[in-house]
């Protein structure tokens, strides 16, 4: 027998370190026996799905409802070979780390429930069905990706088992779930406390960051001792998962080249596409819900961010066993309003579809998950203070040019202002003007397309007006170069010089394109390895809705924004010579580069899916723009580009600069400047 990860003695255990970031979390690592040996019947899978299930009742749910919890994970974490973890990582909010304490008593519980109820033929017979299914219908990944993630397999599992070893459940094996769990005890616990400023008194330092930690014993039988014994009532196991697909025929007739429009169901638009050419009974339903009030203000972003929030959190519970089951979601918040997305299995796609439409339609909203969600994207907000200067400066770049978008700190402001009431009023309000589109793409029926449609109509729809929400656009920098500094608290210097376009069509965005990976090795090389001016460097296609441009990044941490300024200049001077002798073959192997990355294979449905779903936003009804760009890239003559190289890179016509520190216009006046700006012109 192999000794423990950690002494006897030295368990249970607390660690309590100090995070950066505001950020705060409490995880619980138990040493188990090392499973390599059982992989064909997965008992850690077993415990982990029961311990992470999220669905009513369970330890997650009922944490989250509490508003103690903001996500949960279990599963393995280390495996030597001689010992393993088995962990579960809790996400907690601000009052749920004030009482995580209590919190450790209550996964006991849970614990203990799984012991006594959880194991059965019924639970593993569904697993197993599950993995089969996804074995069965699994797509087709990156090849490079699947190649390495094969070659990482061949440590673990013999050659013959290597490709389906994830998805092996032979056999029901309660006397190894049972051993699992025999070892998730009090007295076998290390847990780790991760918050922004807890209190410890003499701490220790980590050496690279500085960082405060402490590590105490626990008591074990404080650990036994329930402190929320209202929550631990609510505890339950999972019932049988309703989702579960039956039926995985695949629909007869051809996959059609591109989405069709049905019409206009009650004014929205329908896009069908039929598509059965990866052999998996699947499907993915996008609906767009555009409407003026999602971009109105920065209160308004707020706002739709916070419905979106409630929408999902009453979902969770529900929709978990769906995902369980092969069916997945999103409901995002974009410029233009909300999408609803769903994909998966479609035979029970519909049913998931109308539960999220009933919440869409009218979200139930508390004052509780507002405040919890409300101190969370304030969190977020002040945490993107702390980011990497380069990150900063790139993001002012989008935030200052792209219509709709809103600058940190006047998000920040709604954020900290707006109420509870106010949400509810504008949940009320948000569809009541709206522009509404759907794409339905993959094992479906034309039919069972319209059907959704209708249910659509229905469920959302109802008595909204219709509206034309326009697509946002990039708005055009003046001639000159304009220079902004940013103040950040980081010491490193942060570069970001953007160089834009003169139009949005195809032959401007394709040199553009050509000339960001002709460029790109070169002003690595020289900045970063002959020059060691900055440990993140890189040139860039910096393209933003179809808007082409070209972007130099550089962070350093010695050199000053003028001398990385200098550094650029000098590099783009010479490269002036490289372009011109630039010989045909060498140009058309850059180009075969760039159509080859534009027309890779699709190998998913969800990519083809996706792509569509972009082409509708655009508005591009013939489906065809990356065919469209790759025909203007090979177009493209060094002439052409060359003109372009010297207009955008070397003149800096219609060039934003964006530094941290430096001596550039201040960045709200700069804002305040940059708004007011027309757009970039189509053609």
């Known amino acids: 027998m192999w000794p423990s990860l950690y002494r006897a003695e030295d368990l249970p255990a607390k660690v309590t370190a100090e995070a950066l970031k505001d950020v705060r979390s409490l995880s619980l690592t138990f040493p188990i026996a090392s499973q390599e040996d059982n992989y064909r019947t997965k008992p850690a899978s077993y415990v982990a799905n029961l311990l992470g299930h999220e669905g009513p009742g369970s330890l997650f749910d009922v944490l989250k409802q509490a508003g103690l919890a903001e996500s949960l994970s279990a599963g393995l974490g280390m495996d030597t070979g001689e010992n393993a973890t088995l962990e579960i990582s809790i996400s907690l909010t601000p009052e749920g780390m004030s009482r995580h304490e209590d919190i450790l008593p209550l996964v006991f519980d849970y614990i203990e429930k799984i012991r006594q109820k959880g194991i059965s033929e019924q639970r593993f017979l569904e697993m197993q069905n599950l993995a089969r299914i996804d074995f069965r219908f699994r797509e087709q990944g990156n090849p490079m990706h699947e190649a390495m993630r094969l070659s990482r397999y061949l440590q673990d599992y013999p050659p013959e088992d290597v490709l389906r070893a994830p998805w092996l459940v032979e056999r029901f094996a309660p006397e190894q779930y049972r051993d699992i769990l025999d070892r998730l005890t009090p007295d076998n616990l290390l847990a780790f406390v991760l918050a922004p400023e807890p209190e410890l008194e003499n701490p220790n330092r980590t050496d690279w960051y500085d960082a405060a930690w402490a590590r105490e014993a626990l008591n074990p039988e404080a650990l036994r001792t329930q402190s929320l014994p209202e929550l631990a009532s609510q505890l339950r196991l999972p019932p049988e998962n309703p989702f579960v697909p039956e039926d995985l025929a695949m629909v007869s007739g051809k996959t059609m080249e591109q989405p069709t429009r049905l019409g206009a169901i009650e004014g929205m638009d329908v896009w069908f596409a039929r598509d059965t050419r990866f052999d998996t009974p699947k499907a993915n339903v996008f609906v767009g819900l555009r409407t003026p009030a999602a971009r109105a203000s920065a209160r308004s972003y707020v706002l739709t961010q916070l419905l979106v929030d409630a929408i999902n959190t009453n979902l969770n519970a529900w929709a978990y066993s769906a995902s369980l089951a092969g069916l997945d979601y999103s409901v995002y918040p974009h410029l233009r309003g909300i999408t609803v997305r769903v994909g998966g299995y479609n035979d029970k796609l519909h049913t998931l579809l109308n539960r999220i439409l009933l919440q869409v339609a009218a979200p139930e909203l508390t004052e509780q998950r507002f405040e919890i969600a409300r101190q969370q994207m304030i969190d977020g907000l002040q945490n993107k203070a702390k980011d990497r200067p380069v990150e900063q400066t790139s993001e002012f770049v989008q935030t200052s040019l792209i219509e709709g978008a809103w600058p940190t700190d006047a998000k920040l402001k709604a954020a900290r202002e707006v109420t509870f009431d106010e949400l509810q009023s504008f949940s009320e309000t948000l569809l009541s003007q709206v522009d509404p589109v759907m794409l339905a793409h993959g094992n479906l029926t034309e039919a069972s397309a319209l059907n959704l449609a209708r249910q659509i109509d229905a469920l959302v729809l109802g008595d909204s007006e219709l509206a034309q929400v326009e697509r946002s656009q990039v708005r055009q920098l003046p001639d000159n170069e304009t220079k902004v500094s940013i103040e950040v608290d980081h010491p490193d210097t942060g570069y970001t010089l953007y160089m834009q376009g003169d139009n949005t069509s195809f032959e401007e965005r394709a040199r553009f394109r050509l000339l960001a990976q002709i460029i790109s090795s070169p002003f690595y090389e020289e900045i970063r390895t002959n020059r060691q001016l900055g440990y993140i460097v890189y040139a860039t296609a910096f393209e933003m809705l179809e808007t082409p441009a070209l972007g130099f990044v550089v962070q350093s941490p010695s050199a000053t924004r003028a001398e990385i300024d200098q550094a650029v200049q000098e590099f783009s001077n010479s490269f002036e010579e490289t372009l011109t002798a630039l010989t045909p073959e060498r140009l058309d192997r850059e180009k075969q580069a760039v159509i080859s990355k534009l027309l890779e294979r699709d190998r998913q449905l969800g990519e083809i899916s996706s792509r569509y779903w972009r082409e509708i936003d ?64 189509a053609s």
């Open 618 to 681: 655009r508005g591009m009804d013939s489906f065809d723009s990356r065919q469209q760009l790759a025909n203007a890239v090979e177009q493209v003559s060094q002439q052409a580009l060359l003109e372009t190289f010297r207009k955008a890179v070397l003149e800096r016509a219609q060039s934003l600069q964006v530094v941290t520190g430096g001596d550039g216009l201040e960045a709200s006046r700069a804002l305040g400047r940059l708004t007011e700006l027309p757009p970039v012109p």
